[in-house]
């Protein structure tokens, strides 16, 4: 569990690059772990998400998860509407139930 005031390591996207494609070649995750002082467990979520998960993460590692609002057209908002639309239907026909 994290300290209060605890600072955490950053690491930028061509050395996490690097490490998942060392990873996609088969090297040991303990290994990359102690050649390059990285927490095991940092290695390991590297390898769930980027390796076994890549179809997740289309745009390579890091900041290429939810699309920016910036980013967004106007089709995708209508689609998002559409979708909330369906749930609350889904959500009161659930409620009526009770």
């Known amino acids: ?25 088969g090297i040991p995750v303990a290994r990359l772990s102690n050649e390059n002082n990285i927490p095991l467990h940092t290695v390991k979520t590297w390898k769930r998400k980027f390796v076994n998960h890549p179809e997740l993460y289309p745009n390579g590692c890091i900041g290429s998860g939810r699309p920016k609002e910036k980013d967004l057209t106007k089709e995708d908002y209508k689609e998002r509407y559409e979708i909330l639309k369906k749930y609350w239907a889904f959500l009161k026909v659930q409620r009526e139930r009770k």
């Open 1 to 25: 569990m994290a300290k209060k005031g605890q600072r955490f390591a950053k690491y930028d996207n061509t050395f996490i690059q690097g490490i998942v494609n060392e990873l996609k070649e």
